[in-house]
């Protein structure tokens, strides 16, 4: 039996015979048992190092690519059954617009009425849509600069229902403006919602108050302080508007007749129908992808997004304010005597009313945030056919605010 440990000297062990003499001291087993669990300890240890660094790996790279895919399903399919699920659209995981956003991705292809594009057919004319209240005064002007410039014939529009490329019979590079939805809508309430432009302007015994100001409270609904509604007339027009406006004005609210309810009788006129919000979001978005470019006016503070704009007009000047609306000057000065005083409950009520035009937004601007001006391109004279006749070189163009088109 054994009546000492190993000996670390030697690795053996004692053992003693009945006399209590030491009657041999022989290699000790032991040492080889030591040896293999060691082994196996170190390799075990290795085991588990490894498993404690690829199963994370192989945890995250699978949580990625179902987060990708969960993403990817999520963008590319925008839900419009309701305004709800537009406004949960709207990329809160900071994922990557997937449209190929005019704002971003500028281009000089022609929209053909079959909905495609050519790029055989010279462009002669250039049509801006003019957005209340997003800077379209100094864009509209500057952009009868680039057409003069370029010989082209120049068509801005504005309170009517914007034009659908491809549906004008003369090749047309088609230009348009967004701005941040909110504060587009206070803004245009500030410049005639809150009091009239007439009475500002000519009304001599005007004088400015709280008592005789509507309130921006009231400033809810699509045509300002008043719900949309059909005029009985062949076109849709919206001069003030306060809730959704993008959707309606490129859609049109009420671009569609009812069949008369007594036809041939009393009430034999057709009955202007207006379309459900989320059907004008439809086709305003479908419009506006058709259009060459979108200007972002928050953008337009940023010089490298000017030069981006300047260098595809090939004339330089976007920012140049030779130009004012109506009656700016006038709403300016009576806000700075009695200052608005804006609620955060009317402003969160206002985001949640134009939580369409929100999305809508966003689904065209966000890509400047990825892509930078990257991918805007410089103006292609190739792309247009000059009219020598109309045309000045932007040096010396210098149309009064009375012939401003």
Same mark, same amino acid.
């Given at each position: +039996?054994?009546?000492?440990?190993?000996?670390?000297?030697?690795?053996?062990?004692?053992?003693?015979? &009945?006399?209590?003499?030491?009657? &041999?001291?022989?290699?000790?087993?032991?040492?080889?048992?030591?040896?293999? &669990?060691?082994?196996?300890?170190?390799?075990?240890?290795?085991?588990?190092?490894?498993?404690?660094?690829?199963?994370?790996?192989?945890?995250?790279?699978?949580?990625?690519?179902?987060?990708? &895919? !969960?993403?990817?399903?999520?963008?590319?399919?925008?839900?419009?059954?309701?305004?709800?699920?537009?406004?949960?659209?709207?990329? $809160?995981?900071?994922?990557?617009?997937?449209?190929?956003? #005019?704002?971003?991705?500028?281009?000089?292809?022609? !929209?053909l009425p079959d909905g495609t594009w050519t790029t055989s057919t010279k462009f002669t004319?250039?049509?801006?849509?003019?957005?209340? %209240?997003?800077?379209?005064?100094?864009?509209? $002007?500057?952009?009868?600069?680039?057409?003069?410039?370029?010989?082209?014939? =120049? %068509?801005? *529009?504005?309170?009517?229902?914007?034009?659908?490329?491809?549906?004008? /019979?003369? !090749?047309?590079?088609?230009?348009?403006?967004?701005?941040?939805?909110?504060?587009?809508?206070?803004?245009?309430?500030? =410049?005639?919602?809150? *009091?009239?432009?007439?009475?500002?302007?000519?009304?001599?015994?005007?004088?400015?108050?709280?008592?005789?100001?509507?309130?921006?409270?009231?400033?809810?609904?699509?045509?300002?302080?008043?719900?949309?509604?059909?005029?009985?007339?062949?076109?849709?027009?919206?001069?003030?508007?306060?809730?959704?406006?993008?959707?309606?004005?490129?859609?049109?609210?009420?671009?569609?007749?009812?069949?008369?309810?007594?036809?041939?009788?009393?009430?034999?006129? #057709?009955?202007?129908?207006? +379309?459900?919000?989320?059907?004008?979001?439809?086709?305003?978005?479908?419009?506006?992808? %058709?259009?060459?470019?979108?200007?972002?006016?928050?953008?337009? %503070?940023?010089? @490298?997004?000017?030069?981006?704009?300047?260098?595809?007009?090939?004339?330089?000047?976007?920012? /140049?304010?030779?130009?004012?609306?109506?009656?700016?000057?006038?709403?300016?000065?009576?806000?700075?005597?009695?200052?608005?005083?804006?609620?955060?409950?009317?402003?969160?009520?206002?985001? !949640?009313?134009?939580?369409?035009?929100?999305?809508?937004?966003?689904?065209?601007?966000?890509?400047?945030? =990825?892509?930078?001006?990257?991918?805007?391109?410089?103006?292609?004279?190739?792309?247009?056919?000059?009219?020598?006749?109309?045309?000045?070189?932007?040096?010396?163009? @210098?149309?009064?605010?009375?012939?401003?088109?």
């Amino acid at each position: +039996m054994l009546n000492s440990p190993i000996d670390p000297r030697t690795m053996r062990v004692r053992r003693s015979n &009945s006399t209590g003499a030491i009657s &041999s001291i022989l290699p000790c087993n032991n040492y080889w048992l030591a040896v293999r &669990s060691t082994s196996v300890l170190v390799l075990g240890i290795v085991l588990l190092c490894w498993i404690n660094l690829t199963l994370p790996l192989f945890i995250l790279t699978n949580e990625s690519t179902t987060s990708s &895919s !969960a993403t990817t399903t999520r963008i590319n399919h925008l839900d419009v059954s309701s305004p709800t699920k537009i406004i949960n659209h709207h990329r $809160r995981d900071n994922s990557m617009p997937t449209i190929i956003s #005019p704002a971003c991705r500028p281009h000089f292809r022609l !929209a053909l009425p079959d909905g495609t594009w050519t790029t055989s057919t010279k462009f002669t004319r250039l049509y801006f849509y003019h957005v209340r %209240k997003a800077g379209g005064t100094t864009l509209r $002007r500057y952009l009868q600069k680039v057409a003069a410039h370029h010989g082209l014939k =120049y %068509k801005v *529009w504005e309170y009517g229902m914007a034009e659908d490329p491809g549906s004008y /019979d003369e !090749a047309t590079l088609y230009v348009t403006h967004v701005r941040e939805p909110v504060s587009r809508s206070i803004s245009h309430f500030k =410049y005639e919602g809150r *009091w009239n432009c007439t009475d500002m302007m000519y009304n001599e015994s005007f004088v400015p108050s709280e008592e005789n100001a509507l309130k921006l409270e009231t400033w809810n609904k699509e045509y300002g302080h008043h719900p949309a509604y059909c005029y009985n007339a062949p076109e849709f027009r919206m001069s003030q508007c306060a809730v959704n406006c993008y959707s309606q004005w490129f859609a049109g609210s009420c671009p569609e007749w009812d069949t008369p309810e007594h036809p041939g009788g009393p009430g034999r006129m #057709p009955i202007l129908r207006e +379309m459900p919000m989320v059907e004008q979001y439809n086709i305003a978005r479908a419009k506006m992808l %058709k259009y060459n470019l979108i200007v972002v006016t928050e953008m337009l %503070k940023h010089p @490298n997004y000017v030069a981006a704009i300047e260098r595809y007009f090939g004339v330089p000047g976007v920012n /140049d304010r030779t130009a004012h609306p109506w009656c700016e000057d006038e709403s300016h000065y009576y806000n700075s005597q009695v200052p608005l005083v804006i609620h955060n409950e009317t402003v969160n009520k206002l985001t !949640a009313l134009n939580k369409i035009d929100i999305g809508l937004y966003h689904e065209f601007s966000d890509c400047l945030k =990825y892509e930078g001006v990257n991918n805007i391109p410089a103006w292609d004279d190739n792309r247009f056919m000059a009219n020598e006749s109309i045309r000045i070189h932007h040096s010396v163009w @210098n149309v009064p605010m009375s012939q401003l088109q």
